[in-house]
């Protein structure tokens, strides 16, 4: 398995933040600065995200992944097995920057309140476009936190047809690194 494979669930976390682009030079930079924000606040944050994958036209299913950050190390479970990160959180968000700046459509929205897992969200959605790829998301953030629950992706890139559908949760409490992982 190649690096870029095994960064997808990596990068899981971050993935709202690496595909909404660049920050906006309108109105829309308040909204858009919320979502990267919390997106950012994810990234240095321990947590533990439940990601599920699903490709093209598959209706249901899809391939499940996990990443834990424990604030000292991260960890990310490929082909059910828990391994090391082969990314550090600055590098993650140095490339996160390097996709907003390459980003060359972006709109960002407040959509409505939501109450998820008995927590009050403000839920945003997003649009964005780059030469490689259009990202559909939306992102539910914790009123009290300012960490995101749970976001929603759809993602099409190199003229798929149907774009790429990513579902992730996140945990914050009793966040650990998996037995017998070294960092």
């Not at 398995?1 to 906006?24: D, E, K, Q, T, Y």
């Not at 947590?47 to 899809?62: C, E, N, P, V």
């Not at 403000?122 to 939306?138: C, G, L, M, N, P």
Request: charged share 20%; glycine share 6%.
């Amino acid at each position: 398995m190649n690096l870029r494979n095994l960064r997808l669930p990596f990068i899981c976390g971050a993935l709202v933040m690496s595909s909404l682009g660049a920050a906006p030079a309108n109105a829309e930079d308040t909204v858009c600065k919320v979502v990267f924000a919390a997106m950012t606040k994810l990234a240095t944050t321990p947590s533990h995200t439940f990601l599920t994958t699903i490709r093209g036209a598959q209706k249901s299913g899809g391939r499940l992944s996990e990443s834990i950050n424990t604030g000292a190390s991260r960890y990310i479970q490929v082909n059910g097995k828990w391994m090391a990160s082969p990314l550090t959180t600055k590098e993650m968000l140095a490339q996160e920057e390097e996709n907003r700046r390459n980003s060359k459509e972006l709109h960002c929205s407040y959509l409505r309140d939501e109450v998820i897992a008995g927590e009050s969200t403000a839920v945003y959605v997003s649009h964005s476009k780059s030469e490689f790829a259009v990202s559909d998301a939306r992102v539910w953030i914790s009123k009290r936190t300012g960490l995101p629950l749970k976001q929603e992706i759809d993602l099409s890139s190199d003229g798929q047809q149907s774009a790429t559908h990513y579902a992730s949760r996140y945990v914050y409490d009793g966040i650990r690194a998996p037995d017998g992982v070294k960092p």
